[in-house]
């Protein structure tokens, strides 16, 4: 496995935008699948994002719209961009890498320090 650093959270208002970034100590390429997960105060942490080695995509229902995710390979980076941000999305946000297997993601990698991200009303 390789190790995931996340980077790019912060202090935003609502309505601004962010860019949040996964990067990775070695290849992604052979990755089958990468996501960022959040994890607010008092909650349980949940998938927002994955993408597989082929560009497919998916997000959580509130996000829809609003995020994307998207993968450089030659840059061992993941990227979560964040646009229309509502307080409702403060929580801290994690990547992680995993399998795509008959229909559903698996993320089995270990947890990093994740990226704080903090919307204002």
């Known amino acids: 496995q390789v190790q995931l650093v996340e980077s790019g959270g912060g202090l935003v208002q609502a309505g601004g935008s962010l860019r949040l970034s996964c990067t990775a100590s070695g290849s992604i390429f052979s990755i089958n699948a990468m996501g960022w997960y959040r994890q607010a105060p008092g909650k349980q942490r949940e998938l927002v994002a994955a993408i597989r080695s082929g560009g497919s995509t998916k997000y959580t229902d509130s996000v829809k719209g609003r995020f994307t995710i998207s993968r450089d390979n030659a840059k061992n980076t993941v990227y979560l961009q964040m646009n229309s941000l509502k307080p409702e999305d403060t929580a801290v946000y994690y990547c992680?890498?995993?399998?795509?297997?008959?229909?559903?993601?698996?993320?089995?990698?270990?947890w990093g320090q994740g990226t704080q991200v903090t919307v204002s009303s």
């Open positions: 992680n890498q995993g399998t795509y297997y008959s229909g559903s993601y698996y993320f089995q990698g270990s």
